[in-house]
């Protein structure tokens, strides 16, 4: 077998080591277009979990670079001078040019044949190798050639970043942040090695603007972040390397082979630097193309296969923690007026992949500050942040833990009914502060289904208030109920029957346009004016009547392409009226709407307004579009926004995965200023806490979770040991048992998660 590797990076000298030592007769050159003392860049960064990695596939390597690190345990984010320090994390920086230098000494070791100052442009000089690997980095002139083949996607991210180095001695990894006039600058910073530091400043693309920095300009860049960091830098130099101002490039391939060429770290895929991956990315990669060549060695196309396979799903999964973590620094000035541990919290929680109960393992002591900070802010004193007391208007919530509208299916002509009652009751008695109902028609052709409940007729308010009276009376929780009009979206079979599927005999549908939600459902009426109104009494009506059904809360439902989402979103409104066009205009109906149930809603009772805050589609509503909507009905006296995503239309291809709706809460609640709701795949109170503490939602609601277990809520309160006066009388002895049992529970899963932690690798 013969492999020739184009690029002499850590990937590409790492697969070489490997597969040399494991396969000795294999001829194995690496072409490498630089000179063997060059190197651009400062340090690399490892875990705990990859040097222990390394050491179980070369304890060579893995003692040359363990000789030559620097390890600290603590990561530091500092603010302005303030300062706040967490251990237990376990990292360890090397110099880039000492860690090539032991890796080619490496590759020397087992005889693999290095060939400095080639610059590969000609494959054809490679017709007899067995495998090219395109180990050549971001800019990959073979992945270039062959672009197509490899379906390669580029995508340049907004903020600018440069990378630098500094004398300055630095005992742990920190983020420098430095607030100037025109927004934040960050330093991302560590030691690698004695007297050396690396220090990548980042900022927005209009900072780095409004500061007049030059992308080559390397002696002005270090004059104004020398003045800028003067006291992080405490004297001490930076230092440049061809330290020019660059936008991350996110790489992606759809294909990782193309014939005998496979592609090796960042030319098939790149991960910003805020999660240090890079490096453990491209030699995690090698691993496992070694591995799929070892089980393969007899067939290179299985191998790549294996490969790609094996190794697609782990690396994707880092770049989306990756742009995640990039998209928190793209967004840090949305943060600036956070007080600082709640800032530093949510740049420990930004990824998503870390969260409160992990930071609590590592350092107890941070945690408890965050917390603290917390409760001074909010009036509280808790265990947790989502046991803390919320208000909305003059409505005060014992706890931040919402059940989301979900629809039951399961009434009557409109008619709710002991199957109702059974549901939101065992669910308040659960525990939860808030219970938002399903959605409730405000008119009979407003229902989704046959089965949808209503509230525009007395007999409703009378079976509704059977609800509202037992919540009230034996339990501490809240209720609201979701006002709702289906549109274009009504009249279809209930989803065990069918989705999306038109019920026999429909009604008339109506929308902002005439546009069908699916080729089987019937082409909607563009409303008139005279419909505009009609539904506007209809809303108005049914907030009267949520009023007399004794409703803490009304929610307006304008998300998922119902009646007044079809309005918001480009995609179903073309109207070239004054409802038309323009956010300004399609905004216009809903807003018309929302006033008639505030007028027609008590005053000390909220209001809020569930949007959808993407379409997860192309031409869809744009960012800038659900800031402007939130805003507006914010003014217009909306107590909060219940963030929601997509539904708009059939063809939308949303990124789901765990709390995948929390980064649009988050953006309308730091860019707006108004309490939001958040949802999507939230499981556990680990999450709900980090949600809060971070920021990113005042509310956390929660739908499928709470379907089969109405107690969620109880368990919660058990796991986190909060006293509680609202267990009614007749539960009152399962208390001590569900507590003794859930405590004696956690402590053992906090036990095996210490043990399962990686080892030191701290000489």
Known sequence: MKITVIGGGPGGLYFSILTKKAMPHWEINVYERNKPEDSFGFGVVFSDETLGEFLK?????????????????????????????????????????????????RCQEEGVILHFEQNIDDLSQFNDSDIIVSADGIGSGIRTQFQNEFGTNIQLKPNRFVWMGSTKPLDAFTYFFRTTPYGIIVAHTY?????????????????????QFEVENEADTVTKLSELFKDELNGHPLITNKSHWRQFPHVTNKKWFHNNIVLLGDAKATAHFSIGSGTKLAMDSAIGLFDALMANPDNVQNAFQQYEKTRRNPVEMI????????????????????????????CMTRSKKVTYENLRLRDQSYTDKVLQEFNQLNNNNTNAAAFSTYKLRGLELSNRIVMSSMGQYSANNGLVNNWHFQHYTSRAIGGLGLIITEMTAVDANGRITLGCAGIYNEDQIVEWKKITDFVHEHTSTKIGIQLGHSGRKGAVKKPWEGTNEPINNAWVLLSASAISFNDKMAVPKEMTADDMQNVINQFANAAKNAEKAGFDMIELQAHHGFLLASFLSPLTNNRTDDFGGSVENRLRFPLQVFNAVRENFPAEKPISVRISATDWAENGISQDDVLFIASEFKKAGADCINVSTGNTVENQTPKTGRMWQVPFSDMIRNSTDIPTITAGTI??????????????????????????????????????QISVTDIPNQYQKGIENLYTSTISERKQSERMKKALKPKSNKK
């Not at 345990?73 to 000492?98: H, L, M, P, W, Y």
């Not at 923690?321 to 949510?346: C, D, H, I, T």
């Open 191 to 211: 030691q690698y090695e004695e007297g050396m530091s690396t220090w990548i400043f980042e900022c927005t693309d209009e900072t780095w603007k409004n500061l």
């Open 57 to 105: 596939r070369d304890m060579q390597s893995y003692e040359l670079i363990r000789s030559k690190f620097a390890y600290w345990d603590d990561i530091i984010v500092a603010r302005d001078g303030q300062e706040a320090r967490i251990s237990g994390n376990g990292f360890c920086g090397c110099s880039r040019k000492t860690l090539l230098k032991l890796l080619h000494q």
């Open 319 to 346: 770049q989306y923690a990756a742009s995640v973590s990039l998209e928190w620094f793209e967004n840090m000035n949305r943060y600036e007026k956070y007080p600082f541990y709640q800032f530093s919290f949510g």
């Open 683 to 720: 499981t556990d109170i680990d999450q709900i806490n980090t949600i809060i503490l971070s920021g990113k939602a005042d509310l956390v609601a929660l739908g499928k979770p709470l379907l089969l277990d109405p107690y969620f809520v109880r368990k919660a309160q058990a796991y986190e």
